[in-house]
């Protein structure tokens, strides 16, 4: 269990931690976007957190359910202590941009990408923030909730040595 991990989160940045949960093993922090860097990190190199592994990071569109709109969530796992805990942080519609943790984890980096291609959300500080999924031209953020499902993407070119269907 990451219970004390959660603590000792809570005791180091008690100004940045916006609220907590831990039950049946789910601890959660919800945390200041402007110190999310500050806040991994501490969890990666704390000698009784050790969470090396970014195991995930992934958004949320809480669209007509709750405000603020977006969540960005990070998995974090401990190899050396076996426990995990995650990291949320609430972003406004109208400004969906957060600070990238890949200079504290690299494997940040594709899955910021896809935060971005997916939902819009920016990683200020990335070293290539642009889409990873879909072609350069698409238009718009396919898992919002508010994206048209009947919206017609712009016709391309079929890539070079790229046969057709």
Do not use: C
């Not at 991994?40 to 359910?65: K, N, P, W």
């Amino acid at each position: 269990m990451s219970t004390s991990a959660l603590n000792r989160l809570k005791d180091k940045f008690p100004e940045a931690v916006v609220s907590t949960h831990a039950m049946h093993g789910d601890e959660t922090a919800v945390v200041r976007r402007e110190r999310i860097v500050e806040i991994a990190t501490f969890l990666r190199d704390d000698h009784e957190t050790q969470f090396q592994m970014l195991s995930d990071l992934t958004s949320v569109d809480y669209l007509g359910v709750k405000e603020p709109r977006f969540e960005v969530v990070y998995h974090l796992y401990s190899l050396t202590k076996n426990h995990r805990l995650r990291l949320k942080i609430e972003l406004e519609e109208d400004d969906a941009s957060v600070p990238s943790v890949i200079d504290v984890w690299k494997s940040a980096n594709w899955m910021e990408r896809e935060a971005y291609d997916l939902y819009g959300i920016k990683f200020t500080g990335h070293p290539d923030l642009r889409r990873i999924l879909l072609y350069p031209e698409f238009r718009g953020h396919p898992l919002r909730k508010d994206y048209p499902i009947e919206e017609r993407q712009p016709l391309i070119p079929p890539w070079p040595g790229r046969k057709h269907l």
